[in-house]
């Protein structure tokens, strides 16, 4: 239980020179495409062979882009193994802890994370990165492919190597989430369950009617049937010396039960959206028998030694927010007043991907996980009192290391230093090269507190300053009523209808698809400059496929790259604002352009600008797309997606480009 040596931190206050966020997102979509195309020639190349050599030979192929430390074991006939009354142990050093009264764990050496859980003063922000264990790394693929993935999970030797693989490669990590599954709990009710090649988790069985509800145990003996969980955690934090915290987790009970109908893993959740309509009573049931097994398992795991907790509802996008709010949030906020009202000191995190994040605001979660489709600005919004933790695209990953960081130090000012944990938007995958991580931790390090805004402060109206050109003004109506008025000028709004006209054209033609799997695409981005305005505006790939008006973000620079609006609105509201300033100015663009113009036929993945048919493109670079027209010109891959930098807008004097101008309450 003593705390040991802290583990040393990385340090890097260097800048990663000017790299724009959207030559960011479009390296990183090249960079995705290549190793895809990689490893597609590496599976066709491989022959015939057990899934055991495959893993193998995938390891090796995987380690040649950086070998695993030398003190992590791939062996796992080498591996320590604990004492045979591991169990015993444990439970006796947790009546020990609380002899006299409830207290604490002892805090780890490095406590950085559980500070800024807790809403404390810190140095820079912490950091971790969720599936930061396993999948992605070359020790772990060669760990496994000697045993098998519930084989780790369920023996704590195992499954605490597997946890301090990451620690050992980075080191400057804050914290460390034990190697297990949120499917665990399914298993424990009796559902088994393994991990196909290329599949995912697949149960023997799935639950089909409300009968099937009889083949479960609805009330297992949570201590008994994971303890396996808890000895794990216990031995991690023995073998680490408590130098950085140990995370618990569960799944929630809706993701829970949707994989458990559905039968393992699926891109849709049909099935289990059906089951909440067809049959109330009997999902009322499960979800209410998954909420008391997850209480139970925080409540262990706690006990265990793992001091921060966390629930992740990976699938509660797929719900609509009413029904979201009618089925789930209630337990979940019952999940968190019930562990906190057993265990006080505790502290829990909830990661709603894609949800309505803004529902956890009064309850008892101390952190809440911000999916990468969700602005920081936005986040903040919706909870101000609470740690916020995220969100880097894990697709950035994929791009150079350099890119990587340059977004990273941009997340960590846009969220601040104060109650605010660094982490991905979601978690690793399994082709992400390991440079990724350490890239995005030079990025997290390089950030003091010094160095970025509190939470308050980046909430906070820019300063207001002279306007423009009357005639160049054009109001974009952000959310909340907010309202930002910006020179764009004629030139600038062509540019920006004819991007969004492209959009929404391969929005659409996804849209028709009968298989899911083709709606994937790339996303939009749009910089315009002139002189020290910047207005960039992106649109996320992973939002499109269940919403009918995708929102924009939009991020408005001035005075030497300065963010003065971080923002989004929807589509159509960003459509008739453009609308409203091309039609008062009906007939003054001299080419016939339509104030809206008509989506194109046809949008191709490697669509250009010129394929807007008479429309007049914007100036592009390189093969059909370019970099924004402040950045220096460079080599540029063969792009992805759309990237477009429009002409400058035409100024009749030479004056500074007034910042914008605002209406309402315009927060970041």
Not at 135 to 140: A, C, F, I, S
Request: proline fraction near 10%; glycine fraction near 8%; charged fraction near 20%.
């Amino acid at each position: 239980l003593a705390a040991g040596a802290s583990i040393p931190s990385t340090n890097d206050a260097g800048s990663a020179g000017a790299a724009s966020f959207a030559v960011a997102a479009l390296s990183a979509a090249v960079s995705f495409a290549a190793v895809r195309r990689r490893h597609r020639r590496r599976r066709a190349g491989a022959g015939a062979g057990s899934g055991a050599q495959q893993q193998r030979q995938a390891a090796v192929c995987r380690a040649a882009a950086g070998s695993w430390p030398v003190d992590s074991i791939t062996d796992p006939a080498k591996v320590v193994q604990p004492p045979e009354d591991l169990a015993s142990w444990r439970k006796q050093a947790w009546v020990k802890l609380q002899e006299g009264g409830d207290k604490p764990w002892p805090a780890p050496a490095n406590d950085r994370l559980l500070r800024a859980a807790r809403g404390e003063k810190v140095d820079r922000a912490p950091k971790w990165i969720m599936r930061q264990a396993g999948r992605y790394l070359p020790e772990y693929l060669e760990f496994v492919s000697r045993t098998d993935f519930f084989t780790v999970c369920k023996t704590p030797a195992y499954a605490c190597e597997v946890t301090l693989q990451p620690i050992r490669r980075y080191p400057s990590l804050d914290s460390m989430i034990i190697f297990s599954d949120i499917l665990v709990i399914p298993v424990a009710m009796g559902m088994p369950c393994r991990m196909e090649p290329k599949v995912g988790p697949t149960f023997d069985f799935a639950i089909n009617t409300p009968e099937d509800l009889e083949k479960l145990n609805l009330r297992p003996d949570v201590h008994e049937t994971l303890s396996y969980v808890f000895d794990a955690i216990f031995w991690t934090r023995q073998q680490s010396k408590n130098q950085i915290p140990v995370i618990g987790f569960s799944g929630a009970p809706w993701t829970l039960m949707g994989y458990m109908i559905e039968g393992g893993a699926v891109r849709s959740f049909e099935r289990a959206k059906k089951w909440l309509y067809l049959y109330p009573e009997a999902s009322r049931k499960l979800l209410t028998a998954l909420r008391d097994i997850i209480v139970e398992y925080l409540v262990g795991q706690y006990d265990s030694g793992a001091p921060l907790l966390t629930v992740f509802d990976t699938n509660c996008g797929e719900l609509p927010p009413r029904m979201y709010e009618e089925f789930m949030v209630q337990d979940l906020k019952y999940i968190a007043s019930e562990v906190k009202k057993r265990r006080p000191h505790a502290l829990l995190t909830i990661f709603p991907k894609d949800g309505e994040m803004g529902a956890f605001e009064d309850s008892a979660f101390d952190v809440v996980g911000v999916s990468w489709t969700q602005s920081p600005a936005e986040a903040r919004r919706q909870c101000p009192t609470k740690t916020l933790q995220g969100n880097l695209d894990p697709t950035l990953i994929y791009a150079d290391p350099a890119q990587i960081k340059e977004r990273t130090r941009q997340m960590v000012k846009e969220f601040g230093v104060d109650k605010y944990i660094a982490n991905l938007g979601h978690g690793m995958l399994p082709t992400h090269p390991v440079e990724g991580p350490a890239a995005f931790m030079e990025g997290v390090d390089s950030i003091s507190r010094e160095d970025a805004p509190s939470p308050s402060s980046a909430s906070a109206p820019a300063a207001p300053m002279a306007q423009g050109r009357p005639e160049d003004m054009v109001t974009i109506h952000l959310q909340d009523a907010t309202s930002v008025s910006v020179p764009l000028g004629k030139a600038g709004v062509r540019s920006l209808q004819t991007a969004l006209a492209g959009f929404i054209s391969l929005f659409k033609e996804k849209m028709a698809c009968e298989k899911p799997a083709a709606r994937r695409w790339e996303s939009l981005d749009f910089s315009y400059s002139h002189g020290d305005l910047v207005i960039e505006a992106f649109a996320n790939p992973n939002a499109f496929a269940t919403i009918f008006d995708v929102k924009i973000f939009l991020m408005i620079k001035s005075g030497g790259g300065q963010v003065k609006v971080s923002s989004e609105c929807g589509l159509s509201a960003l459509q008739g604002d453009l609308d409203t300033f091309s039609n008062a100015m009906a007939g003054d663009f001299g080419l016939g352009v339509p104030a809206h113009p008509p989506p194109v036929a046809s949008f191709p993945p490697h669509w250009n600008a010129a394929s807007a048919g008479s429309y007049p493109p914007p100036a592009v670079s390189g093969p059909g797309f370019g970099p924004p027209s402040n950045i220096p010109s460079r080599p540029m891959p063969q792009p992805v997606g759309l990237h477009f930098s429009g002409p400058p807008v035409a100024q009749a004097d030479s004056l500074g480009l007034p910042p914008p101008q605002f209406s309402g309450h315009p927060g970041q």
